[in-house]
């Protein structure tokens, strides 16, 4: 009998769509949304990350200034606590996506290792 995979990855979705660290990060994304004073600055630091990234991607040294630029703009997120909140959520977020992906990788990892023996 064969499993479809992808049946399986849709319900890993489904499941993740349930998880109480999503949900709790998708709450604290309304309330940025909602805020006048959050949103314009959250924005103005997924334009700056997306911008760097890009940079770096490309192989493009980030300046000195922007750097500094990184840094007070950093300062100026962490300082509001509803962006704050949603970037702590996000690191959950981010660590259960983490081991859900050591667990989906772990049949590779073996067949390579098994070289090593």
């Given at each position: 009998?064969?499993?479809?995979?992808?049946?399986?990855?849709?319900s890993?979705?489904?499941?993740?769509?349930?998880?109480?660290?999503?949900?709790?990060?998708?709450?604290?994304?309304?309330?940025?949304?909602?805020?006048?004073?959050?949103?314009?600055?959250?924005?103005?630091?997924?334009?700056?990350?997306?911008?760097?990234?890009?940079?770096?991607?490309?192989?493009?040294?980030?300046?000195?200034?922007?750097?500094?630029?990184?840094?007070?703009?950093?300062?100026?997120?962490?300082?509001?606590?509803?962006?704050?909140?949603?970037?702590?959520?996000?690191?959950?977020?981010?660590?259960?996506?983490?081991?859900?992906?050591k667990?989906?990788?772990?049949?590779?990892?073996?067949?390579?290792?098994?070289?090593?023996?």
């Amino acid at each position: 009998m064969s499993v479809n995979i992808h049946d399986i990855a849709y319900s890993l979705q489904n499941a993740l769509n349930e998880h109480p660290d999503l949900k709790n990060l998708q709450s604290l994304y309304a309330q940025i949304l909602a805020d006048p004073n959050a949103k314009p600055l959250f924005s103005e630091f997924q334009n700056f990350q997306m911008t760097m990234q890009q940079k770096m991607m490309q192989g493009a040294q980030i300046s000195p200034e922007e750097s500094t630029q990184a840094q007070a703009l950093m300062a100026k997120v962490s300082q509001n606590p509803l962006i704050s909140n949603l970037m702590q959520a996000e690191q959950r977020m981010n660590l259960v996506i983490q081991d859900l992906n050591k667990i989906i990788m772990k049949p590779l990892e073996d067949l390579y290792s098994s070289l090593n023996r």
